[in-house]
């Protein structure tokens, strides 16, 4: 009963550079949700993506990050150009879809540190 | 963005029962009262929700005010590991809106 797995755990990336963010639901649920989580702040809704759909991006910055959650494999967050700005923790959630009886189930989390 | 109010932090003594309020004065009638927890910058875990009856599972139990504008989260017998921050949120399609959440405490 793996849960949501989350790779790699801490990443180094130096300004400018390309960031991807691997993120493996639950076995069984379809869709994820990523969000984001700057040094000392709540948790922020980045984007809601069922399998090779994107529901919901209205928390992705316009520019430089795309997600995609395609047919077979993990759900990926690219950040392209990283700044120093984009260090922080990314969360991966996933569940069955809608109102569960359960919630969402979180990975660990992936933090990016850009030098 | 966050439709409720918690206090900011709190102490509790290991071994007694933690209180932690929420006021979600908005909420309408179709909304979910969820709870998670944040331990020490980990992923969020889920602890319990409620929509208009009290609820009560193996972590925690859930106290949803008649008008629904108030709910208590009551840990029963706090341990150390309880230490975290505890997130309440108003809930009713799959954008969960974490706001600053409680900082709970636990002390020996």
């Known amino acids: 009963n793996a849960g949501v797995m989350q790779n790699p755990r801490h990443l180094v990336r130096r300004r400018g550079q390309e960031a991807r963010l691997r993120c493996s639901p639950v076995?069984?649920?379809?869709?994820v949700y990523w969000y984001r989580q700057l040094p000392e702040e709540g948790l922020k809704f980045m984007v809601y993506?069922?399998?090779?759909?994107?529901?919901?991006e209205s928390g992705m910055p316009k520019e430089r990050f795309s997600a995609e959650f395609p047919k077979e494999g993990p759900s990926i967050l690219r950040i392209q150009q990283v700044v120093r700005g984009d260090s922080a923790a990314y969360f991966c959630?996933?569940?069955?879809?809608?109102?569960?009886?359960?919630?969402?189930?979180f990975g660990s989390g992936t933090r990016l540190t850009v030098v | 963005d966050a439709k409720t109010t918690q206090p900011p932090s709190m102490d509790c003594a290991e071994g007694r029962a933690a209180n932690l309020p929420c006021n979600h004065s908005?909420?309408?009638?179709?909304?979910?009262v969820y709870w998670y927890r944040q331990i020490h910058s980990q992923g969020p875990q889920y602890i319990i929700h409620g929509l208009k009856n009290n609820e009560t599972n193996e972590m925690a139990s859930l106290i949803i005010t008649e008008d629904r504008k108030s709910s208590t989260l009551i840990l029963p017998h706090a341990t150390l590991r309880d230490t975290a921050v505890y997130y309440c949120i108003v809930f009713n399609d799959y954008k969960l809106s974490f706001g600053a959440g409680t900082t709970v405490t636990v002390r020996a």
């Open positions: 993506l069922q399998k090779e759909n994107i529901i919901d």
């Open positions: 959630a996933s569940s069955t879809g809608g109102i569960s009886n359960y919630g969402y189930t």
């Open positions: 076995k069984g649920h379809s869709h």
């Open positions: 908005t909420i309408s009638g179709n909304e979910y």
